[in-house]
């Protein structure tokens, strides 16, 4: 596991900042220091809108798509893809597209249909300040993608593949080299949560994509989604906020932003200015339409959590069909604080790791802090004694058998161990041969062997089996010797693929059987022995067979 642990916490994608993700997208002001702008200005050639920063980057924008077609930055060119320009959606096409200057902003407006989008230039900021809103579903996904000359930064990385060599082995997306590595522009292999910043270097000059606070996005902070990718082609980097892969929220709808991006002279944007530039008060004066400043925001602020468990993290989130927000609660004390939220009544959930162990609401009113008292956790599964336990309640397969592999390769990667295999409790680390998830038609069947002593076979006792999510509705049918219990119904989980595309981020649920004391071996020197089988209704074949992501297992007493 060290080799992929390596890789994840070396991989060039990865940033967090000092500010809390909750507050990065209404937070950011400048990224990089400003600089003399006796060139700052905006320019029209006929076609398109010319913006120039006046510190070194000169971009144009379209002016009858508003696709931004030309980034320039100290003389060389980096926009441009396969043909393809930088756009919100996939591209908006025919759109009214107008510009403003607003002292030292220079605003582009694009209206297209029911949805508006902004792109702005800053005096003496090398950055292209980013807004989009929408107002309804005519579009099936939300996001921003810029596209990248190729050759200027490396192609590598679990989310670059080079298709003139690299072997497609899944839904046109999902790539194998000749080393039997495999790639795909789903293995950036990051939560929301984890990240502020992606983007690419080559040492002396760095692009990145500087994400929002996802306060209209969906999928929580646990959320993974498309980051940035390479090949021969070109580079994309992206901010989502919307996707349908592996989603289990709705689409919010409303202004998200800004988000951003920004040139650097080699390094990723540093702390100290995102913590120095932090306030957005220039953007309350470009009227932007659903632009909320500070002043009509609110907070809310906890006291701590009681009952958490010290061995693994917290995160406190908030959620309504409006917006959503988390923050990161202190470990020991639990004492957590989210600023910036709009006004309105949220779902408040406490996460130990990705699972909900406790659920209230709470108010935010703008101008103020709502205080939290102590909350008391009563919810964790881990609570409850247990006679074995494989793996830990914490939301997530994160301690069993090739999951640190599996948010950055496919299951066919030679790099996994291999998939079948039985358990023996009590014979080891059971980390190495339980697998994080199952197939129907690749592992099912899956033994457990254990031993119970004669007063514990005496009695009956509760199974219990946490999945994060689950692929065409399998879900576990358990024998235990010769018994077997029934077929559970299916939770809602997402329709579309997960387990094969780096994430098994989908709905927590905890399945349990009552198996009776007739069950057990009487004898506490025999074994007796746990099947775990995929069910479902739906048919597929090796990796796209019906499957589902493991939490945790445990035989209550």
Request: include cysteine; hydrophobic fraction near 40%; proline fraction near 4%.
């Amino acid at each position: 596991m060290r080799s992929y642990d390596d890789t994840i916490s070396q991989h060039p994608l990865r940033r967090r900042t000092l500010l809390g993700a909750a507050a990065v997208g209404v937070a950011l002001a400048a990224v990089e220091g400003t600089a003399a702008a006796a060139g700052f200005g905006w320019s029209d050639d006929g076609t398109q809108y010319v913006l120039d920063t006046g510190a070194g980057l000169v971009f144009k924008v379209s002016k009858s798509t508003g696709d931004l077609t030309s980034l320039v930055y100290k003389g060389t060119e980096y926009e441009g893809y396969g043909g393809k320009h930088s756009h919100v959606e996939s591209g908006l096409g025919a759109s009214t597209v107008t510009l403003a200057q607003i002292g030292s902003t220079v605003l582009v407006t694009v209206v297209h249909g029911t949805l508006r989008h902004y792109i702005a230039a800053r005096s003496g900021l090398n950055n292209v300040y980013l807004w989009t809103d929408k107002a309804d579903t005519s579009f099936t996904a939300t996001r921003f993608i810029a596209r990248l000359k190729p050759g200027i930064f490396p192609n590598t990385g679990p989310d670059s593949w080079v298709e003139g060599a690299d072997t497609v082995i899944e839904a046109g997306d999902v790539w194998q080299r000749a080393d039997g590595h495999t790639r795909s522009k789903h293995y950036s292999g990051v939560r929301v949560t984890d990240y502020d910043t992606i983007g690419y270097t080559t040492g002396s000059v760095g692009l990145w994509m500087i994400r929002s606070n996802h306060e209209k996005a969906s999928g929580g902070p646990f959320y993974r989604s498309l980051l940035r990718h390479s090949n021969e082609l070109g580079v994309g980097l992206y901010e989502i906020l919307h996707y349908n892969q592996s989603q289990t929220e709705a689409m919010r709808f409303g202004l998200q932003g800004p988000y951003l991006l920004a040139f650097t002279d080699g390094g990723t944007p540093s702390p100290a200015l995102f913590a120095a530039n932090h306030d957005t008060s220039w953007v309350d004066g470009l009227g932007i339409p659903g632009w909320v400043g500070a002043a009509g925001r609110g907070r809310v602020a906890g006291v701590g959590l009681a009952g958490m468990d010290a061995d693994h993290p917290y995160t406190v989130g908030f959620a309504n069909a409006d917006a959503q927000y988390w923050t990161r609660a202190t470990a020991g004390t639990g004492a957590f604080s989210c600023r910036g939220m709009l006004p309105g009544i949220y779902t408040l959930t406490v996460y130990k790791g990705e699972l909900a162990v406790h659920t209230g609401t709470v108010t935010v009113t703008a101008g103020t802090a709502t205080a939290l008292h102590t909350i008391t956790l009563t919810n964790d599964p881990s609570a409850a004694p247990a006679i074995w336990r494989i793996g830990d309640w914490d939301g997530t397969p994160g301690e069993f058998k090739n999951a640190a592999l599996m948010t950055y390769a496919h299951p066919a990667d030679v790099r996994a161990a291999s998939w079948t295999g039985n358990v023996v409790l009590g014979a080891g680390d059971v980390s190495t041969s339980f697998p994080c998830y199952v197939w129907k038609d690749v592992n099912d069947g899956v033994l457990v062997y254990f031993r119970l002593t004669a007063a514990q076979a005496a009695a009956a006792h509760t199974l219990r089996i946490g999945v994060t999510t689950a692929f065409l509705n399998g879900r576990p049918q358990v024998t235990v010797n010769d018994w077997v219990s029934a077929i559970p119904s299916p939770p809602t989980q997402p329709a579309t693929r997960s387990l094969t595309n780096g994430s098994y981020r989908g709905n927590n649920h905890t399945f349990t059987y009552v198996v009776p004391a007739s069950a057990w071996k009487t004898d506490p020197s025999q074994y007796n022995v746990l099947r775990l089988n995929v069910v479902s209704g739906s048919t597929g074949t090796g990796f796209l067979s019906a499957g589902t992501a493991f939490d945790c297992v445990d035989l209550l007493p």
